[in-house]
DNA sequence: AAACATACCTCGCCTGTCAATGTATATTCA
DNA sequence: TGAATATACATTGACAGGCGAGGTATGTTT
């Protein structure tokens, strides 16, 4: 892993209400998802992700519900909700921000 | 202030180094410029700024000196040091690959 | 005299990240 | 067969940076 924690900080739950736009997915599932789209340079950490899709249920951005899995360890879900994705857009519009007003300040 | 703490975190010792690259400065300048260079967007809180000195100079970063001020408040002025130059350098490598990569994960 | 600007500093809380640890199932391979 | 590895979820407690609240002191403006 090669991003520092604090340059991540408060990422985390907007990559996985990302993910969730494209459907619904498992924690599991939507890390490996990270790792192979950065080429192996970030993958969130289990207590890290677990704990956000615990704030995301809480604040009602996510709902969860557990698979239904013939064989193989059992799976928990989520879906992103209406709320979900308008707080994703936000967070988006914020970054973008603060990336530029970021950038001022450093260079 | 706009811009959300946890977008913030971990910059604010890059962006007290940057401001210290153009001179030797003390704690309510680099403040001050900080809200001007962002057009009163952002500002750094002062326990925020006080704590980044003491880090920044206990690893070496930077230097301090009491300004010999003959009227007004007493300024005590921070040198960057050349390794702080380096950690400088190396902090906005870090956060351009960051930045890229959070692209990625966001969009 | 009161208000404001300049200038510094500290204490203690809050929050997100993460190391460590634990549980359980299925597959691979020696 | 048994050990290792992959899949999959979850909790606990420590840590660190940001910051609200409070404090000190000087000088200027109204």
Same mark, same amino acid.
């Given at each position: 892993?090669?991003?520092?924690?604090?340059? =991540?900080?408060? @990422? +985390?739950?907007?990559? =996985?209400?990302? @993910?969730?736009?494209?459907?619904?997915?498992?924690?599991? *599932? %939507?890390? /490996?998802? %990270?790792?192979?789209?950065?080429?192996? *340079?970030?993958?969130? /950490?289990?207590? +890290?992700?677990?704990?956000?899709?615990?704030?995301?249920?809480?604040?009602?951005? %996510?709902?969860?519900?557990?698979?239904?899995?013939?064989?193989?360890?059992?799976?928990?879900?989520?879906?992103?909700?209406?709320?979900?994705?308008?707080?994703?857009? *936000?967070?988006?519009?914020?970054? *973008?921000?603060? /990336? +530029?007003?970021?950038?001022?300040?450093?260079?």
């Amino acid at each position: 892993m090669s991003i520092a924690s604090d340059l =991540i900080r408060g @990422h +985390t739950e907007t990559i =996985i209400l990302f @993910h969730l736009l494209e459907g619904d997915s498992y924690g599991y *599932q %939507i890390n /490996k998802s %990270i790792q192979f789209r950065t080429q192996g *340079q970030y993958e969130l /950490k289990e207590a +890290t992700l677990y704990s956000a899709f615990r704030r995301l249920e809480q604040n009602g951005c %996510i709902t969860s519900y557990w698979g239904n899995e013939e064989t193989g360890a059992r799976r928990r879900y989520y879906s992103i909700t209406s709320l979900g994705r308008a707080v994703y857009e *936000q967070n988006v519009r914020d970054w *973008q921000e603060a /990336k +530029t007003l970021i950038d001022a300040l450093l260079t």
